[in-house]
């Protein structure tokens, strides 16, 4: 478990196919603190540690896990949000995470607003139940509140429904989640890892079944 916010920002040094994919992360880490095995949370993907050294680490990325995220995310280069995973007793400062992403969203606007940064995402049409303003939801591994949804087209009576494109909703960034998350790089038309919240999720389930 995992509370989305981000402690380090890393950046994949190496992926090499092994069947799996084998990524290679640098990390600002103390890497002797952290066992094999351990969960690491990358980009809002829980992944687990199976080699390291100093300042780095290496995961395996399966073909479901490359299928059901970001595209992009996984190249040499790129830098990713990372989170430890939850121990007990550790401030819940976001909200509960569980790291598994539930679908890919687009980024339709990032605009600079003030000292903040205000965002739009395009999310999946399966997901707009999930998604309330000042609800929360974890996007590339980020504790964000939604500030509101809209839906992405209006109908012929004038009245918005959710169409096939998906439900597009609002985020403010405020400086310091700028400057201390990998989301400074976010460009308009990048595809990014959503995660609804896990009460959302169980909410519906329950009414589907009541």
């Known amino acids: 478990?995992?509370?989305?916010?981000?402690?380090?920002?890393?950046?994949?040094?190496?992926?090499?196919?092994?069947?799996?994919?084998?990524?290679?992360?640098?990390?600002?880490?103390?890497?002797?603190?952290?066992?094999?095995?351990?969960?690491?949370?990358?980009?809002?993907?829980?992944?687990?540690?199976?080699?390291k050294g100093a300042n780095w680490f290496a995961v395996d990325a399966s073909a479901e896990t490359l299928s059901k995220t970001a595209s992009g995310m996984w190249e040499t280069g790129h830098r990713l949000n990372l989170e430890r995973a939850l121990k007990v007793g550790d401030e819940l400062g976001g909200h509960i995470v569980t790291g598994h992403v539930d679908g890919v969203g687009e980024l339709v606007s990032v605009t600079e607003e003030g000292g903040s940064h205000r965002v739009t995402v395009r999310a999946p049409k399966g997901l707009a139940p999930f998604i309330a303003a000042k609800g929360s939801i974890t996007v590339d591994g980020v504790s964000l509140t939604v500030n509101g949804v809209q839906d992405a087209t209006a109908g012929a009576n004038g009245n918005k429904n959710d169409d096939e494109s998906g439900t597009v909703f609002g985020l403010n960034i405020i400086p310091h989640t700028w400057d201390v998350t990998a989301l400074c790089d976010w460009q308009t038309g990048q595809a990014v890892n959503i995660e609804i919240d896990i009460l959302a999720r169980y909410l519906m389930r329950m009414r589907e079944v009541a």
Do not use: K, N, P
Request: glycine share 16%; charged share 15%; proline share 0%.
């Open 1 to 51: 478990m995992f509370t989305g916010i981000i402690t380090d920002i890393g950046s994949i040094r190496s992926a090499e196919q092994r069947g799996d994919l084998r990524l290679t992360i640098g990390c600002g880490y103390d890497m002797a603190g952290v066992a094999i095995g351990a969960s690491i949370a990358c980009s809002g993907v829980c992944l687990t540690v199976v080699d």
